[in-house]
Each structure stands twice: as C-alpha cells, then as structure tokens.
C-alpha cells in the first residue's frame, strides 16, 4: 500500500511540477522583441510566426494548440517593441492590438504625391495633414511652412489610428535620424543642398550616377550658369510630362531652370539619404553637360563642352534614323 501512496504522490508531485513550469513558461517567462510581425492572409500560421525567436519552441506550439490553433490570430502587421510572455504575445495578436499599417514613400516622391496617397490609404484627411504641418517644430529650414524635402523615403509601419499630426511626425524623425540637426551647423547651406539632392534625385535614375550628376550641377553654379534640368520644370506640371518639350520650357516660374540661374527655391522631390550624400559630396569633374544615353539603361552621357554635347546628341539621332 505504502508503494502504491508513493506512486501517487510522485505522480502528484510531476504532475504539479509539469504545471508549474507550463505555467512559468507561458505566463512569467518573458522574451525580448524588436520587430514587425506580419501575419498574412492565405499564409499558415507557422509560417507567418517564423520570424520568432519562440516559433519553434515545444511550449509555445503546445500553447497555440490549447488556443484553439491560433485561429483568433488577426491578420496585419504588428510592432513588437518590449519583453512579452507567452501569453501576452498571444494575446496582442488576437486582440489585433499593436498592430500598424504599412506605407511605403518611394524615392522622389514629391509632398502633394505623399499626402494624396495617405488620404487614399485612409490615413487621415488632406485638412489635417495640411495643419499638422503647420503646428510641428523642426530644426531645419522651411520657407513658408513648406516641408517639401523632408518626407524621408522609407517603408514605414504606422500605428493604427495615428493622427494626422503623429504620421508626420514619424516621417521627420526618420529624416533626422539620418541627418542629425546638430551635426549640420549651417542650416542654410544644408538646405541648399537639399535643394539640389532633389534635383539629383529626379535627373539620376542610376544610383550610381548621383555624384557624378552632382559633379555637373556644382560646375554650372560655380560658373553662373543655369542648370537647365528637365525635372525641374516638370516639377511645375506635377511630374504628369514624361518627355519635356520646348513648349513646357517657355513657363514662367522660380523652379524653371531654363529660365533662371542658380537652385530652384526649394526642394522639388523627397531625395534619398545617397542623392543628399552626392550633393555634398560631388565627383571630381570638368562635365557640364548630361543627356539619356541611347541604350535605354536609364544611364546618362556626361560631356565637358556644349559642341560635345551637341555632337553627341546628333550622332544618336542619325544612328536611330538610319535603324528606322
């Protein structure tokens, strides 16, 4: 008899055990994250969770399973920032809570383009954007309350139901994460070559090019000649021209660098973290002029003098001429 109350009680005691540590495990035991989680739709489970450091653990499958399977599981995108037990993490998902949306800014984007495209994804209402600009503090230049420049490009995950005002914000502080203010003293002059990044921005349409662009533009200011870029002008018609004609060079307007020496008045794009390294930073060159390359790479035939240029472009044509 007494081996039989033994059995049991050793029994008792596992079984105590065994629940004890199911019990640590899930709901003590806390692990760090630092994350978007996305859960998609049409995608199994296990494999949506494959990014956790736990998805392969015997308890947290085991805990999934007495959860119905995570069925309750919502689909999206969730930050996990912060130390979550099993449990917690569990149900942050199935309570949808943390969760953000996604919105990406593609380099070159211009402001108007931005905005319109939050007010289609839902975001928030054009008014509201247009206050949020008007009520943030920011430690760089912005003639006339105008942010244009700033909106850094990135994919950004943005709280569900963040205000106006919060979106923006989240969009600055990734600009000054990669330029910090404090490590550019002269504010103007940074400006200035944020100006000019967009430019290079819209001209360069190979990254590798973007200092070499930059490198014609420096020598046409040091000359006092005008940029005569294309992408500023369109910048006036919305970027809705794919091909720039005479006609659309004949506008009257600050930004038309045909028509004016010198930078536009400000930024005419968001430029990259590269094409604002490039205006800062130009390559060490004698070419004043660019044009498309004929070969359809998307790169650019640098020359030196205006007759170079011309013959250039003359070549291109009889070769397409006599292709026809």
């Known amino acids: 008899?007494?081996?039989?109350?033994?059995?049991?009680?050793?029994?008792?005691?596992?079984?105590?055990?065994g629940i004890y540590w199911y019990y640590k495990e899930t709901e003590i035991e806390k692990t760090h994250y630092s994350q978007i989680l996305e859960i998609k739709r049409g995608v199994s489970l296990r494999e949506s969770l494959s990014s956790l450091e736990i998805s392969d653990e015997f308890v947290f499958r085991a805990y999934l399973k007495?959860?119905?399977g995570g069925r309750g599981i919502k689909a999206g995108y969730y930050r996990l920032e912060g130390d979550y037990t099993i449990k917690e993490l569990v149900d942050l998902l199935e309570e949808?809570?943390?969760?953000?949306?996604?919105?990406?800014?593609?380099?070159?984007?211009?402001?108007?383009?931005?905005?319109?495209?939050?007010?289609?994804?839902?975001?928030?209402?054009?008014?509201?954007?247009?206050?949020?600009?008007k009520e943030i503090e920011f430690p760089y230049p912005t003639p006339n309350g105008n942010f244009e420049g700033y909106i850094y490009p990135e994919t950004y995950?943005?709280?569900?139901?963040?205000s106006e005002k919060?979106?923006?914000?989240?969009?600055?502080?990734?600009?000054?994460?990669?330029?910090?203010?404090?490590e550019y003293s002269d504010k103007d002059e940074f400006y200035r070559m944020l100006v000019l990044a967009s430019v290079i921005e819209r001209e360069a349409?190979?990254?590798s090019e973007?200092?070499?662009?930059?490198?014609?533009?420096?020598?046409?200011?040091?000359?006092?000649?005008?940029?005569?870029?294309?992408?500023?002008?369109?910048?006036?018609?919305?970027?809705?021209?794919?091909?720039?004609?005479y006609k659309h060079l004949e506008i009257a307007s600050p930004y038309n660098t045909y028509r004016?020496?010198?930078?536009?008045?400000?930024?005419?794009?968001?430029?990259?973290?590269?094409?604002?390294?490039?205006?800062?930073?130009?390559?060490?060159?004698?070419?004043?002029?660019f044009v498309a390359s004929e070969d359809g790479s998307g790169r650019h035939h640098f020359t030196k003098t205006y007759r170079e240029h011309l013959n250039y472009i003359r070549d291109v044509r009889n070769k397409n001429r006599n292709n026809k």
């Open 1 to 17: 008899m007494k081996k039989i109350f033994g059995g049991i009680f050793l029994l008792c005691m596992i079984a105590i055990g």
């Open 66 to 68: 007495l959860k119905d």
């Open 96 to 133: 949808g809570r943390d969760k953000v949306l996604r919105f990406t800014i593609p380099e070159g984007t211009h402001l108007d383009e931005v905005v319109n495209q939050l007010v289609i994804n839902n975001f928030g209402q054009k008014e509201e954007f247009d206050q949020a600009f």
């Open 157 to 162: 995950f943005i709280p569900e139901g963040a």
């Open 166 to 182: 919060r979106v923006i914000e989240i969009f600055l502080t990734e600009f000054l994460k990669n330029f910090p203010s404090e």
């Open 205 to 207: 349409l190979v990254a």
């Open 210 to 245: 973007k200092r070499r662009i930059s490198s014609v533009f420096h020598n046409r200011l040091k000359r006092n000649m005008r940029l005569e870029s294309d992408a500023t002008v369109n910048y006036l018609y919305g970027y809705e021209n794919r091909r720039m004609y």
């Open 260 to 289: 004016n020496t010198g930078l536009p008045p400000a930024p005419i794009a968001n430029p990259d973290a590269a094409s604002i390294k490039a205006a800062f930073d130009p390559e060490d060159t004698d070419f004043l002029f």
